[in-house]
């Protein structure tokens, strides 16, 4: 069972979809950053790894859309939690390259992922996606 805890608020801001369309397309990671800063103070639990959703919207205005990135990364660092940017997208290696790029301004080292898991990928997407997300990674460890 996974305890739910009262005394945490959330903001205003809802992101979610329907049939593969936000809800509401965020301009920035200002919601997911206040999120995570709240998680970060009141949870009793470590936080292994921090996800933040970069979906294509964010292309116009990605220094924009990470700003916040300045507030939330220290703070992740300084309780030992890893952060995650969902900035792969289907068939677009020149997009996640530009995304990764951007990214590391404000947060030198993180991982990549998907902007909302694979759950509803279609089946023939999946191997493209997790080749694309090999090709702009590097190994952190070795196997010897």
């Known amino acids: 069972m ?14 979610g979809d329907m049939q593969h369309k936000h809800f509401h397309e965020p301009t920035s990671l200002q919601a997911v950053t206040d999120r995570g800063l709240a998680l970060l103070a009141r949870s009793p639990h470590k ?22 990135l300045s507030e939330l990364y220290p703070a992740l660092q300084d309780h030992g939690c ?18 990764i790029e951007e990214a590391s301004k404000l947060a030198p080292v993180f991982g990549v992922a998907t902007e909302c898991g694979l759950g509803r990928t279609p089946t023939e997407q999946v191997e493209r996606i997790m080749e694309l997300m090999a090709e702009v990674s590097v190994p952190v460890f070795s196997a010897s």
């Open 47 to 68: 936080i292994a790894y921090f996800h933040c959703p970069v979906p294509l919207s964010a292309m116009s205005s990605l220094s924009e859309y990470y700003a916040p």
């Open 2 to 15: 996974i305890p739910c805890y009262s005394n945490l608020r959330y903001s205003k801001h809802r992101t």
């Open 82 to 99: 890893k952060l995650y940017l969902g900035l792969v997208h289907f068939d677009d290696l020149q997009g996640i390259k530009l995304r």
